[in-house]
């Protein structure tokens, strides 16, 4: 009966969803009050309706309804209940629910939180969001529905893939689908004030709240999903630049380019078709990602069910809302005038250079992902493109990008004095080179990209901070006028600050543990004995354990250094039963130095049936990387939290000696 | 990042006999230059049965094999070329995760320079458009007499920016 | 000049869309990678006849010194790939039916087991290398078992299916094969 429920709740959302996308927009035409007021009031059902159908599924996949085909083929009765409710979402059709319910939670959002908009822009982009959850609501009944039913119901059902009975990965998707799909209330925003025709300062700060969660989320999610991959797979790698990866990381660094470039409207005026079309790209990449996961379009080693007919239901839609928007761009853009003028250098000429960084490095993922569908097309051959083109690609573009983001922000708006900022960050530049030489001195042999990397790290870090010290007058004051600048200094200026300052954390990790790994894979018997990074490690033998719905066998490893004890790694080996398949449970000591990482297997070897496959790994610095990337996300929070968002009332600029309000 | 799928369970015809796990201890070189040179080579090498994952960190049978040969081959003395070539000559450039510059590939690799120029050439014209308009607005204002450096927009680097 | 710029965008995404349809025709298989041996001399190899077994040993020169025209079909197989049972089935009557010369290799298979195999599904093959390692299977580039191959009279490799053999379609991809095989063994000789 619950499914059945579900079901009609999905039904009856479609139904809501396509009176939200005609009705309000018809009110806006004829100036109908009532009608565009329909949509908030329409938002609140369709979420309703949505959650009742998410509900539902969950209550299925909980107490493990195995006449649900959905849960019989994702779900098991032994199953632990966090893995159980975590499976909603582990399937293709399940997964698509929850891209849905986040689909319309954001249009509520915007319905409930966004009061100070004019009505017609609001009506009108609640109305784009219903043509979205309208097309991907049709997509989920017509072919993927969750609640379809299987007769004679299974005894019990085959068990989620084991990889994905994991506190990371239960957590991933749905950080993922809140930032990629939460760009999907910044493209309705944009295609309604392409309606109108009209886009001001205004418009980006009414816009600038639902990209700076969206783009936190997406942070969070992406993260998320490399720290997993990291932890699970067994060999401490962290990104492997492959498509379905490609795909979340796009709409990042389209959304990281619109938040930049959004600051410009905001404040200047300025670069208003380009932030408009960033909005759109950033939600059509997201789009392009959906389509390339669910379709098998493209080889990768996650994929859900292939299957065509699906690819191409998803396709029409990405026509429908990339061509139309577009299309509608196309039409607009040339009548947006241009906003407030500005010098070669100024702060508006930099975020420029750094959108066009941006926006080629998202190209050159774009086309890397992409070529080998192409290069197929056109000539039958088959290639591949992985790590060592975006090595050679993507990451040069970005550390331009870096050494640029030193310098833009201590650039004025309007005009700026270029040869003063330099002057302020030489000692920074000497900092950077001095820290590069003593890596280049140390790191004998490694790879000329670390020294350069850890020098530009360096030079950022320092470059945030002579910035912050130069906002606060720290020194040129007395120190208590310093104190009090700090804290009138906007919170969106500490995002800035704190977001850029985790890029740097995150260089400093993704450089050490890429550069300076070092491994030992050994066969171990208790007793065995390995020296690794200054560690000793002792193998002391295995165990076998039972899980709820697996058998593991576990291994203790004793950690010394110069003979005292240092910690105990218990890496396991699971056997989960009903699935079929195994994992690695890795263990891992986690200090800023670096981790010590280890993982066991089974020998292929059948003449090393009797000993236990041993790999040990030191990662210099990785924690950086996720500290870094929470100092990320913790920024675009700090930005979220600034008091112009939050009162949100378009506050006119006073006159000097007023409480500053920043540039980010 | 959904779903990390043990890859060979895709294929239909499974060349997994053996449960195996990346680099394996016993194929491992006791010289620790060509071990290096042969884990460098591993994992520029693309697993032909799984989804998109180097041989170095595959654990499908058929990754251990071409581990095992690229270590033999290295043994025998060939260059990290040679090993490439043998490679491509049995399997193709499919195999290559770092494309090899050729006719097919040319744009692939130009790509980015050429994106990057024509993003370059379009940023350059709206600067230089921009300024020109800049220049004249101010000469318009300073000819008004309208001292726009009292303006709070165009504050000194150290003031806070309304 | 700024209506073109503005059109730019929506252009790329047509272009782009484009190749996204064709990648999704349902003849594409994303996972197949095309043979490198196709209209070239088989691959050099030399491989032990199935230990116990009567069937003679497989070599390059078996396939490249044959009669003329006849064409041979090399099979890639073990007793523990499931889909191969069911395509021994299909082998067989072509071997029977159509007098197609059939070779196979024994792809990294225990000798016992695959001489069980082949007591219990009867051995429709001329000649059985036994490929233990794996090494003559990296030679041929294959990426699973089974496989099949097509080897025309002048000993070059005229196609490759990957997958059993099974189904009208397979089957028909075959019999094409065979007489393309045919026709430049037939301009060989």
């Known amino acids: ?664 | 990042m959904i779903r990390r799928i043990a890859i060979t369970a895709v294929t239909l015809a499974t060349l997994v006999s053996q449960p195996a796990f990346a680099v394996e201890p016993d194929e491992i070189l006791a010289d620790p230059v060509l071990e290096e040179r042969a884990r460098a080579i591993s994992k520029q090498v693309r697993c032909v049965v799984c989804q998109n994952q180097d041989i170095d960190s595959s654990n499908a049978g058929v990754a251990r094999d071409l581990r095992l040969l690229v270590r033999e081959r290295l043994v025998a003395g060939d260059s990290d070329q040679q090993v490439m070539d043998f490679l491509v000559a049995r399997y193709g450039d499919y195999v290559l995760f770092n494309p090899p510059w050729k006719p097919s590939t040319y744009i692939l690799w130009v790509a980015p320079i050429v994106i990057l120029g024509l993003g370059g050439i379009a940023t350059a014209a709206v600067l230089t458009q921009n300024a020109r308009r800049y220049r004249k607005s101010r000469k318009q204002e300073t000819e008004r007499g309208a001292s726009e450096e009292r303006n709070p927009e165009n504050h000194s680097l150290t003031e806070p920016h309304a | 000049m700024k209506r073109l710029f503005a059109l730019f965008p929506i252009t790329i995404a047509g272009i782009l869309g484009a190749f996204l349809l064709w990648g999704l025709n349902p003849d594409r298989d994303p996972n197949e990678i095309p043979s490198v041996l196709i209209s070239q001399p088989v691959p050099e190899f030399d491989l032990p006849p199935v230990d116990g077994l009567d069937t003679h040993g497989l070599s390059n020169t078996d396939l490249v010194e044959n009669d003329g025209s006849a064409p041979i079909v090399v099979n890639v197989f073990a007793s523990w790939c499931v889909p191969c049972r069911a395509e021994h089935a299909v082998l067989t009557r072509m071997v029977r039916d159509e007098g197609i010369r059939l070779m196979g290799i024994n792809y990294k298979d225990k000798p016992q087991d695959a001489r069980k195999w082949l007591d219990d599904l009867g051995n429709p093959y001329e000649r059985i290398g036994s490929d233990l390692d794996g090494r003559a299977g990296i030679e041929w580039g294959i990426s699973g078992v089974p496989e099949t191959f097509v080897i025309d009279g002048a000993g070059k490799v005229v196609f490759r299916f990957v997958g059993p053999v099974l189904g009208d379609e397979a089957i028909s991809k075959m019999r094409t094969a065979l007489d393309q095989a045919r026709a430049a063994g037939g301009e060989a000789s």
């Open chain 1, 1 to 664: 009966m619950i499914p059945e429920i579900g079901q009609f709740a999905l039904a009856l959302a479609l139904a809501v969803s396509l009176v939200q996308s005609v009705l309000p927009l018809i009110g806006a035409a004829r100036n109908n009050v009532m009608w565009m007021r329909s949509a908030s009031a329409t938002s609140v059902l369709l979420t309703a309706l949505v959650a009742v159908a998410f509900a539902a599924l969950m209550w299925s996949f909980v107490v493990s309804d195995f006449t649900v085909l959905n849960v019989a083929t994702n779900s098991h009765s032994l199953k632990p209940m966090l893995f159980k409710v975590a499976a909603t979402w582990g399937s293709h059709e399940g997964s698509l629910l929850l891209w849905i319910l986040i689909l319309v939670i954001f249009g509520l959002g915007v319905s409930l939180l966004a009061r100070n908009i004019p009505l017609k822009l609001k009506a009108r982009t609640l109305a784009v969001q219903a043509w979205i959850s309208a097309g991907f609501l049709s997509f989920m009944l017509f072919t993927s529905n969750p609640f379809d039913r299987v007769l004679p119901a299974p005894l019990d059902g085959q068990d989620l893939n084991p990889l994905l009975q994991d506190v990371g990965l239960a957590l991933h998707p749905p950080f993922l689908y809140l930032g990629y799909v939460g760009f999907s209330i910044v493209f309705s925003f944009a295609v309604a004030a392409l309606i109108e025709g009209r886009v001001d300062p205004a418009w980006a700060r009414w816009v600038r709240p639902w990209t700076l969660a969206a783009w936190v989320f997406l942070t969070l999610g992406i993260v998320l999903g490399s720290w997993w991959a990291y932890y699970e797979l067994g060999w401490g790698g962290w990104w492997f630049w492959d498509p379905v990866e490609n795909v979340s990381f796009m709409p990042w660094l389209a959304g990281t380019a619109l938040l930049h470039s959004a600051i410009v409207t905001e404040k200047r005026g300025s670069f208003k078709s380009w932030t408009i079309l960033l909005a759109v790209l950033t939600f059509s990449l997201s789009l392009l990602g959906t389509f390339i996961v669910r379709s098998g379009l493209l080889t990768s080693v996650h994929a859900f069910s292939v299957d065509p007919e699906r690819g191409i239901y998803i396709l029409a839609l990405l026509a429908v809302a990339i061509g139309g928007s577009l299309t509608l761009f196309a039409i607009r853009a040339p009548e947006m005038e241009s906003g407030g003028l500005f010098a070669p250098i100024s702060r508006e000429a930099g975020l420029l250079v750094n959108n066009l960084l941006l926006a080629t490095a998202t190209a050159t993922v774009l086309f890397g992902t992409l070529y080998p569908l192409l290069l197929e097309a056109v000539t039958g051959e088959k290639i591949s493109v992985g790590p060592p083109y975006y090595n050679a690609s993507f990451v040069p573009i970005m550390l331009v990008l870096v050494v640029v983001m030193g310098v833009g922000p201590l650039l004025s708006w309007k005009r700026a004095d270029l040869r003063g900022v330099l002057d302020r960050l030489k000692w920074v530049a000497g900092l950077s080179l001095l820290a590069a030489l003593v890596v280049w001195y140390l790191d004998t042999g490694g790879p000329v990209l670390a020294v350069l990397s850890i020098g530009l790290a360096v030079w950022l870090l320092g470059a945030v901070l002579t910035e912050w010290a130069s906002r606060i007058k720290l020194g040129e004051v007395p120190l208590a006028e310093s104190l009090r600048r700090a804290r009138n200094l906007p919170r969106s200026h500490y995002g800035m600050v704190v977001a850029h300052a985790g890029l740097a954390v995150c260089m400093i990790g993704f450089t050490g543990s890429s550069a300076w790994k070092s491994e030992v894979v050994t066969f171990a018997e208790p007793g065995t004995q390995i020296e690794i990074a200054g560690f000793d490690v002792r193998f002391d033998g295995v165990e076998q354990l039972r899980g709820p719905n697996y058998l593991s066998r576990m291994a203790t490893l004793t950690v010394f250094r110069n003979g005292a004890y240092v910690a105990t790694l218990q890496p396991e080996r699971r056997a989960y039963l009903v699935a079929g398949t195994s994992t690695t449970e890795s263990a891992i000591r986690t200090t800023l130095a670096g981790d010590l990482y280890a993982s066991i297997s089974e020998p292929a070897a059948e003449s090393e049936q009797s000993k236990w496959t041993l790999r040990i790994l030191y990662e210099p610095l990785v924690v950086w990387i996720w500290i870094g990337s929470g100092l990320l996300a913790l920024g675009g929070v700090l930005s979220l939290t600034d008091r112009r968002l939050r009162v949100g009332a378009p506050r006119k600029r006073a006159g000097p000696g007023s409480v500053p309000v920043a540039a980010e």
